[in-house]
């Protein structure tokens, strides 16, 4: 706490909203987003591989790391923008994405971070017709994935799993949120 109000800058979150491509995408075209790394958190099994992720035997989710300034864009609206980036309904599926990769988690660091979490959590419950199944679990190791995961979309915007699949979101997220775009 910074006085009576919460500190704003730099914050940091963990958050799995299905295909990591996607999520990753969707921040990378916001202000105040410096960094967004696509990893593995969540699970037992140490260093993952993208393929022990995708057997479903090593309990990690696909998620991303998300730093971000909180005096250029809230982290309210960060949280919204998951929420409304991917299904939050769906237990361990994103459209064709089936597995428990693919579950929508949010880890958190701190009480302080749960608690806004929880928040997210209610705010976004009103938006959709069918229960919120997004775990909150605390925030254990996190292993980054592989280099060709970083950045997907942008090395492979014609790929068409991005075409079909993520550049729907991108157009929905900057729909809604287009005051904090860049430029």
């Known amino acids: 706490m910074c006085g009576y109000f919460p500190c704003r800058g730099m914050q940091t979150f963990v958050l799995g909203g299905g295909c990591f491509w996607c999520i990753d995408a969707v921040y990378r075209q916001f202000e105040g987003i410096k960094t967004?790394?696509?990893g593995y958190t969540g699970g037992l099994t140490l260093n993952p591989t993208y393929q022990q992720v995708c057997s479903g035997m090593t309990g990690h989710v696909e998620v991303v790391k998300v730093e971000f300034d909180e005096t250029v864009i809230p982290a309210e609206v960060v949280l919204?923008?998951?929420f409304s980036s991917h299904n939050p309904t769906s237990?361990?599926?994103q459209g064709a994405d089936r597995g428990s990769q693919y579950r929508s988690a949010l880890y958190y660091s701190s009480p302080e971070q749960k608690q806004v979490f929880q928040q997210a959590l209610e705010r976004a419950s009103a938006w959709w017709d069918q229960p919120i199944v997004t775990v909150l679990e605390p925030l254990g190791d996190f292993y980054e994935?592989?280099?060709?995961?970083?950045?997907y979309y942008?090395?492979?915007?014609?790929?068409?799993?991005?075409a079909a699949v993520i550049n729907p979101k991108l157009a929905a997220a900057r729909k809604?949120?287009?005051?904090f775009l860049k430029n």
């Open 145 to 151: 994935a592989e280099d060709y995961h970083q950045n």
């Open 154 to 162: 942008a090395r492979n915007p014609y790929q068409g799993y991005c």
């Open 91 to 93: 237990w361990d599926q």
């Open 80 to 82: 919204d923008i998951f």
């Open 176 to 179: 809604r949120y287009g005051m």
């Open 36 to 38: 967004s790394v696509c």
